[in-house]
């Protein structure tokens, strides 16, 4: 069960880091949208990425995956509360509802391991 929500958070963190390292269109848009310079977006892409290494990193240390879900977990929370501000509705709001719901899940599964 760990091992498949540590997979799951790696890949909620390493999809949209990648899409925002790469400039995507759809990020580029998102950033325009919530008025983030686009250089400060892509830095939480970076942030997103070393999350997703430190989740993997987690299988075998533990205490790297706790600190990687729970940065993800506050970036999450920070992510929400960018949604709400922009007005965004809960269809727009989803991603980050779902990542920070796997962060959570994650933190619980390494904690009771």
Do not use: Q
């Amino acid at each position: 069960m760990f091992i498949t929500i540590s997979i799951l958070l790696a890949a909620a963190c390493f999809v949209p880091a990648v899409a925002k390292l790469r400039s995507h269109p759809k990020m580029l848009a998102s950033a325009n949208h919530f008025g983030i310079p686009w250089a400060h977006y892509r830095l939480i892409g970076a942030v997103e990425f070393v999350a997703a290494v430190g989740v993997l990193a987690g299988l075998f240390w533990t205490g790297l995956g706790l600190a990687a879900a729970c940065g993800m977990a506050l970036l999450l929370v920070g992510a929400l509360t960018t949604h709400r501000r922009a007005g965004d509705g809960l269809k727009h709001a989803a991603p980050a509802v779902v990542a920070l719901a796997i962060s959570l899940a994650y933190l619980a599964a390494a904690l009771t391991r």
